[in-house]
C-alpha cells in the first residue's frame, strides 16, 4: 500500500516538474495527462488495498479509475485540438508541423 502511494506520488511530482518546464502548451498537456494517470491510478489503488476489497470505498475508487483511463486521453486530446484549431503557437525549437497542410515531408529525421 505505501509502495503504491509512493509511486503515485512520485509521478504526480514528476508530472508537476514537467510542467513547469515544458516550453509550450502542447507538451505541457501531454505532461498533465501522463501525471493524472500514472498519478491518480496508484493512489486510488492504494485506497483499494488499505480499505480492503470488500468496502464503500473500493466500488467508488475503481469506478474513477475507469473513467480516468477513458475519459483523461479524450480531455487532453480535446483541449490540444482546441489550442491548435484557436491558433496557439507551437514552440519555436519544434521540428515539424504534421497536422498543417503544405508542411514538408519528415524525410531522413530520426
Known amino acids: 500500500m505505501i509502495a503504491l502511494a509512493v509511486i503515485g506520488l512520485g509521478f504526480s511530482l514528476s508530472g508537476v516538474v514537467g510542467i513547469l518546464r515544458m516550453p509550450d502548451v502542447y507538451c505541457r498537456i ?3 495527462s ?3 494517470t500514472m498519478g491518480a491510478l496508484p493512489l ?3 485506497l483499494v488495498v488499505g480499505e480492503g476489497f470488500v468496502s464503500g470505498y473500493t466500488s467508488r475508487a475503481l469506478l474513477v479509475m475507469f473513467l480516468l483511463l477513458i475519459v483523461n486521453p479524450v480531455s487532453s486530446h480535446a ?4 489550442a491548435y484549431k484557436t491558433g496557439v503557437p507551437m514552440w519555436h525549437g519544434a521540428v515539424l508541423d504534421q497536422a498543417r497542410p503544405g508542411e514538408p515531408a519528415d524525410e531522413g529525421r530520426p
Open 30 to 32: 501531454q505532461c498533465s
Open 44 to 46: 486510488l489503488l492504494a
Open 34 to 36: 501522463k501525471t493524472i
Open 79 to 82: 483541449l490540444a485540438r482546441a
